[in-house]
């Protein structure tokens, strides 16, 4: 009767995938608590900043050969530490730069709902999404497009403004 009862719980254990601990020092249980042994890279919590924005970056099309991020971290004694985002234009391509550009106060606004979605926000806290460029874009026909971009979207300005806004007002 015993030997029964001892394979019912062993039917019972297979059937509802309870496996029984192998005491070797490579066993790993079901539920795991260190961070790394979840299967996320090493790093810490730069790293996972830098992969939250380049996630949203990735997700409206801007691949790393476009924009790179930069994660600064300031540390603050008994305190959290301080994050902050720095996406740098490397190349330009059109309609990626424009989506940088255009969106960098949603992009900003989206990482931050993230990171309070996330177990970032109880460790840490963000202070925004910065926008640098590289001195690639520099270049004569990616200024030209745009100029020209940027022209199209709002418009000219007039020569009357622009002689106001050049001019200094003298007081007499």
Request: some cysteine; aromatic content about 8%; charged content about 25%.
């Amino acid at each position: 009767m015993r030997s029964n009862y001892k394979n019912a719980w062993q039917w019972i254990g297979r059937r509802f995938g309870r496996h029984r601990a192998v005491a070797t020092p490579e066993y790993q249980t079901d539920y795991q608590t260190d961070y790394q042994a979840l299967g996320h890279a090493s790093g810490g919590l730069e790293a996972e900043y830098q992969r939250l924005v380049e996630h949203h970056l990735h997700r409206w099309g801007v691949d790393a050969s476009c924009a790179t991020v930069d994660i600064q971290v300031e540390k603050r004694r008994g305190r959290k530490d301080v994050f902050v985002a720095t996406v740098c234009i490397e190349a330009w391509e059109r309609n990626a730069v424009l989506r940088v550009l255009l969106g960098l106060p949603l992009l900003d606004k989206k990482i931050r709902q993230a990171v309070s979605a996330l177990w970032l926000a109880d460790v840490s806290e963000f202070r925004g999404v910065l926008l640098k460029v590289s001195p690639a874009l520099h270049e004569a026909a990616a200024s030209a497009e745009l100029r020209e971009l940027l022209v199209s979207l709002t418009g000219t300005r007039s020569s009357a403004h622009r002689r106001r806004a050049t001019s200094v007002a003298v007081e007499g």
